[in-house]
């Protein structure tokens, strides 16, 4: 679909009639909206593993390695899938790469609704993982597409609440479902749900304009005008690449973590039962989606102000990652109960808060034409967290005096990586700076 760049949000011609500019911002908010319920089905999936875990390491006779192992066959091929589904972003048009890769969701999903084996199950997660491993990064470059610079940190982390929303409602439904019926059944109702989300894509979703920089104001580049393609060498030298790709695999750990692990958690863990866990497990994901969103608020309420990219786009997420971690060590060792609640919640929420201006941020260094490019190559290094995170904490959970114990050390683990990380991010990266680099060296 050809779309003019005057039919996007901030990129109206003065002369152009309001209804126009109406229909306009309702098209790009309606693409927003199916980007929102396309992360929703892309969490939904994570999480269904971890609320099934019980029930299947029950059923399999697996150990807690094992189902390490099976959390971590996720994101085996997601970096493959986020690199070469950044490539082809460039390549082919939006409609049908994403609606492509949501149909393979979907058949994924289908085998696990009957009765599997552990190499089957291994298989499946490996197939969903590679076709969800763009998704991300494909959500980005179409939100950004629509929107000008200065105005993409608010739909930036409206899509990453998406991410948020998705175990939101799974959470409860899902072990709801497996309770009732079996965790065969979870599968199932997010096949029949990742297939219609598919058609919904396909029937109205489509990237805007390729055209949006150099219009309008800049965002936490300024008014620095890049160049149509930076080799991309030169984009990864850069001090705001290097420290956001950091940035989101230390933050991407926790969630993969967060997402494979807490349910069993809970439950072994801690000693919820079935219904209380499904339940707290929501909490997490409610509080992130809110925060995602405020902090998107923040960031663009900073910028009109004039604050710089540094600040809005690159020490905020990164302080709050870092105090993420800080919470993640401080509920490791407290016992069950409100305070330690309270704790993993807001360390979830801080960790999850920054995604959003942190692609804001990647925005403001990547040229249009290479940003499909550049969000996958970032979604594929930080999927390595994805990979590596899980496989610890089953190890270490192995490992412990007991259960308890080895999911202590886990989170231990898991908090001063964070730190580290995120620390490191907080010098490196400055959008404004990088980009009057490229755009000089130019």
Known sequence: MAIDQQEVPGFAAAGESAPRRSAA??????VLALLVCLMLVN??????????????????GLDDAQFGIIQSSFFWLFAVGSVLGGWLGGKVRARWLIGGI????????????????????????????FAEGPTTALAMQVAHSWFPAHKR???????????????????????WVILTYSWHAAFAVLAVFG????????????????????????????????PERVPLRRLFSTGTLIGMALLFFVAYANTSVKVSWLPLY???GLGYDATTAGNLVALPYLGSAIAVILVGVLSSALTRRGVGGRITRGILPGAMVVASGVCTIAFSSMDRGV????????????????????????????????RGIVFGIITGIYSLGGIVAPLVIGRLVDAGGSVAAGYGDGFLVLGVTMIVGAGAALLLVDPA?????LAAKH
Not at 43 to 60: I, N, Q, R, S, W
Not at 198 to 220: C, I, K, N, Q, Y
Not at 433 to 437: E, G, L, Q, S, W
């Open 153 to 175: 940190a608010v739909p930036s982390s409206i899509v990453v609440a998406g991410a948020g929303i998705g175990p939101l409602i799974a959470a409860p439904v899902l072990t």
């Open 195 to 226: 297939a219609v989300v598919a058609v919904l894509w396909l029937l109205g979703g489509d990237s805007g304009p390729e055209t949006a920089e150099g219009h309008g104001r800049g965002a936490g580049a300024g008014a620095v005008v890049l």
């Open 43 to 60: 969490y939904a999936d994570k999480v269904v593993v971890g609320l099934a875990g019980v029930g299947m390491k029950e059923e399999l």
């Open 266 to 268: 809970l439950r072994e």
């Open 102 to 129: 949501a149909v393979v969701w979907a058949l994924s999903l289908a085998p696990m609704a009957t009765q599997v084996g552990f190499t089957t199950i291994v298989a499946c997660r490996v197939l969903l993982g």
């Open 339 to 370: 305070p330690q609640m309270a704790l993993l919640i807001l360390g979830s929420c801080l960790n999850s808060a920054g995604y959003g201006v942190a692609f804001a941020g990647l925005a403001d260094v990547a040229p249009a034409k290479q």
């Open 25 to 30: 911002r309702r098209r790009a908010w309606a």
């Open 433 to 437: 700076r990088d980009a009057a680099k």
